[in-house]
């Protein structure tokens, strides 16, 4: 959901500035750089201590209107109207270390201000930036900015886009972006604002993308959200909003995204929901809603992602025809008062890519699906669903993700015929048995990252890895597997996460275990091995958590971060161990903390 997030607000921001700015695109030559407007970016670049992007590098000589500063623009009478600073946001490596500039202030012709992905860039936005009265774009998003967003960002009256998403902005939301009657685009998500949604926010009637998400806003969803006439991009998830929704947003007949999800929203969906004629998404997940999902959601042509999970909403669902919702891709119904017995044939007779029906109450053997070439994950956990597994998976050759966890599912590991791109497998808590080397040996899928097959009643060793496998996530936990830990287990170069716990396991910790320099969090506790704890995972930096309780274990803990400082009761009911946290080895004298 994020990255369909993420295509709506590029998409959106693409088309209002013509992938920064409109003034990139002049051809008249511009003039020779005003003084003062080079000092004032030159007292930008001062207060940036380190810059990994290269970008400042270029800000040298004289004239920073001849098209070598990267990112600087001029018109012809060279002053700076154009500031475009963007850092790639998933390379942690590039960014830029300090603070911004009140001397930007001082860019009196600037249109499009622009400075974001690239961090570390801290401390409040400058006051001056009120004075940039002919501001028509401000981005300052995926940085580390502080304090409060100032109030004179209200008198920008020329401003189209403002989003200063993604940084440690908090306190309210000001009421005097109200004024801001051009804007066009507001992301203030992924801070930590808190407050009502202001009331002047009436005003923005030119609006078409609204992002307050991923804050910790409180009071209602307010009643002139349907004023919007031209909006077409709504999220105000992961927030503390309640009551109900109003009415008046269903009239938002060009609204195309609705996220709603994670908040403390009550009462019923409206019929009048089947207005939204040009939604694609809608998501309402993790709210208080009850009631009945209305029939009149079938009337939503273009509707291709449908999430009402965790909710209250109780049965019977609507009856859906097969021209009902016609585009839908994606639903999800887990988790809510939903008791249907068996999949809807609305939903098993479409070519889907995501059905998730956790916890709804399935019961019998698993459903056919007409289309299962389409499917790319499905999520049937927590449900009562019995019987083998053998053909589920048959044509099912787009499937990545597969959940069907606590369920009462009764077969052996070797009926298991799962997709070649499969990259996710969670079968706990069934009651699986068999052998691990019907699922991994040397045929399994260099494409399968995660297999959780724990508290079931698989037996037998754990097999040899070979290389090769991309797996980061292990759970085997809670099973009657026996034999020791193959040394191999240093093939798994890309595990994070390994548990088996619970079983019998016998033999020492390999030494090689201290090869996966990625592991974060390993359980080896309650199993029969002995030995010592190999002094090599004091290889394994990230490691967040570790237990080796109730084993056979004898000898010193490895000294050295974070395995003597973990908790005593990672350690307890074993032999003989000794060494921080527990008490000092016979002989040895307990040295301070590392």
């Not at 007949?253 to 998404?281: A, D």
Request: positive net charge.
């Amino acid at each position: 959901m994020q990255i369909l997030v993420w295509v709506f607000e590029v998409l959106f921001i693409s088309s209002l500035v013509g992938v920064f700015p409109l003034s990139l695109a002049e051809t008249t030559s511009p003039g020779v750089c005003s003084e003062a407007d080079r000092a004032a970016l030159l007292a930008f670049k001062a207060k940036i201590v380190k810059d990994t992007t290269g970008i400042l590098s270029s800000w040298i000589g004289r004239d920073c209107c001849g098209g070598d500063w990267e990112g600087v623009q001029c018109n012809p009478a060279g002053r700076v109207t154009t500031l475009a600073l963007q850092g790639p946001v998933k390379d942690s490596s590039m960014y830029m270390k300090g603070t911004l500039s009140s001397s930007l202030g001082s860019l009196p012709f600037l249109q499009v201000l622009v400075i974001s992905g690239m961090k570390l860039i801290t401390g409040p936005i400058p006051d001056s930036f009120s004075k940039l009265t002919r501001l028509t774009q401000l981005v300052l998003e995926d940085n580390s900015l502080r304090g409060n967003i100032p109030s004179g960002l209200g008198l920008l009256s020329h401003l189209q886009t403002l989003s200063l998403a993604g940084n440690h902005l908090k306190g309210p939301v000001p009421p005097s972006l109200g004024n801001l009657r051009n804007l066009e685009m507001i992301n203030l998500g992924r801070n930590s604002l808190s407050g009502p949604i202001p009331a002047s926010l009436k005003n923005l009637h030119l609006l078409q993308s609204f992002d307050l998400s991923f804050n910790s806003l409180s009071g209602f969803i307010p009643e002139f959200i349907g004023q919007f006439r031209n909006i077409t991009f709504i999220d105000l998830s992961n927030n503390q909003l309640s009551a109900h929704l109003p009415i008046s947003m269903f009239n938002l007949v060009s609204l195309s995204y609705l996220s709603l999800s994670h908040n403390q929203l009550t009462g019923t969906i409206p019929e009048q929901v089947g207005n939204l004629k040009s939604l694609t998404s809608l998501s309402l997940s993790s709210n208080k809603f009850i009631g009945h999902i209305p029939a009149s959601i079938s009337r939503l042509q273009d509707l291709w992602s449908l999430n009402l999970s965790r909710n209250g909403f109780s049965d019977p669902l609507p009856d859906v025809s097969n021209r009902g919702i016609p585009s839908l891709l994606s639903i999800d119904l887990s988790f809510n008062n939903l008791s249907l017995g068996t999949v809807p044939k609305w939903i098993t007779d479409r070519q889907l890519s995501d059905v998730n029906l956790a916890g709804c109450k399935l019961r019998g053997s698993l459903p056919r699906f007409t289309r299962p070439d389409s499917l790319s994950s499905i999520d049937l956990s927590n449900n009562f669903l019995t019987g083998s597994i053998s053909t589920f998976f048959t044509k099912m050759t787009s499937l990545q993700k597969v959940k069907l966890s606590n369920n009462l599912l009764k077969f052996d590991l070797s009926e298991l015929k799962v997709p070649d791109g499969i990259s996710s497998i969670d079968l706990h808590s069934n009651q699986v048995c068999g052998s691990l080397s019907s699922i991994l040996n040397n045929r399994t899928s260099s494409f399968l990252e995660v297999i959780d097959v724990s508290n079931n009643l698989i037996s037998g060793t754990i097999p040899e890895f070979s290389e090769g496998l991309n797996l980061k996530e292990l759970n085997i936990g809670s099973n009657k597997i026996a034999g020791q830990i193959p040394s191999s287990i240093s093939n798994l170069i890309e595990l994070e996460r390994l548990d088996v716990s619970r079983n019998l396991i016998t033999g020492t910790i390999p030494m090689s275990l201290g090869r996966l320099a990625n592991l974060h969090w390993l359980d080896l506790s309650i199993n029969r091995l002995t030995g010592r704890i190999p002094t090599s995972l004091l290889g394994i930096k990230f490691m967040r958590h570790a237990s080796f309780r109730a084993n056979r274990l004898c000898g010193e803990i490895p000294q050295g971060r974070p395995y003597n400082i973990f908790p005593a009761s990672a350690y307890a009911q074993n032999l003989c161990l000794c060494g921080k946290p527990m008490l000092p080895c016979r002989g040895k004298k307990q040295e301070t903390s590392q």
